[in-house]
């Protein structure tokens, strides 16, 4: 297996560890910023990252098929690249959940996630970032 054809597996672990060391992080601080009760950031910050996991898993399968083709090293540019192309995509796809659930205009529902987005952006860097060395590691390992 090449250092990037993932199997289901191990995009699927990827994805849900991404997410559950983010939900752990942010639906308390969410809960504060917010006003809202840690129990109703923390089932909306679990349904966004439900949503995220989907998304991660379709996003890593394009951009990893995008770098087969293309034959581009995972530099540091790349991985901001890499990371600011999901929120973006992320930040489309939830807002109007933001707006629902929090009883919000679209607007003020933008601002919120763009204050998650603060957050997730170095979040997802550093992680994958992390992710990748690991991963190599154990990969040199076998």
Not at 35 to 53: C, D, E, F, K, P
Not at 98 to 118: E, F, H, Y
């Amino acid at each position: 297996m090449s250092n990037f054809d993932r199997s289901p597996a191990e995009r699927m672990f990827h994805a849900l560890a991404f997410e559950v060391v983010a939900i752990v992080i942010s639906a308390p601080l969410a809960a504060w910023i917010t006003g809202q009760s840690v129990v109703s950031m923390g089932v909306l910050t679990a349904i966004i990252a439900t949503i995220a996991v989907a998304w991660n898993m379709l996003y890593n399968w394009a951009f990893d098929r995008l770098q087969m083709s293309r034959g581009f090293a995972r530099t540091y540019w790349v991985r901001a690249a890499h990371a600011v192309g999901f929120e973006v995509g992320l930040i489309l796809i939830v807002i109007p959940l933001i707006a629902v659930w929090l009883d919000v205009s679209l607007w003020r529902a933008l601002v919120l996630d763009i204050g998650l987005v603060l957050f997730y952006l170095p979040y997802g860097f550093l992680f994958n970032l992390g992710y990748d060395k690991i991963r190599e590691g154990l990969m040199t390992d076998r």
